[in-house]
């Protein structure tokens, strides 16, 4: 879960944030999540898995398909 704050933090200041996604969010992680204050984040989360949440919004999607760079960091997937 650091690294995920970590990451999240960066995005924020940035001047043109990157749409950030949190999948497979279950056991111990939903639960540092959710000390964190993480629903109040401006991010997506989901305890499916990115495959399922992918699947199932087009626009992720369309995305991945013309994004020059997808950068994985761990369980988390940036688009540029």
Do not use: A
């Amino acid at each position: 879960m650091n690294q995920v704050i970590r990451c999240y933090s960066e995005n924020r200041k940035l001047e043109k944030g990157l749409d950030y996604y949190l999948t497979s969010l279950t056991g111990r992680c939903r639960e540092k999540f959710v000390q964190q204050n993480g629903s109040q984040w401006d991010l997506e989360h989901h305890e499916k898995s990115y495959l399922e949440v992918f699947n199932k919004v087009p626009k992720i999607l369309n995305m991945l398909l013309s994004s020059l760079y997808v950068y994985g960091i761990g369980g988390t997937c940036i688009f540029v």
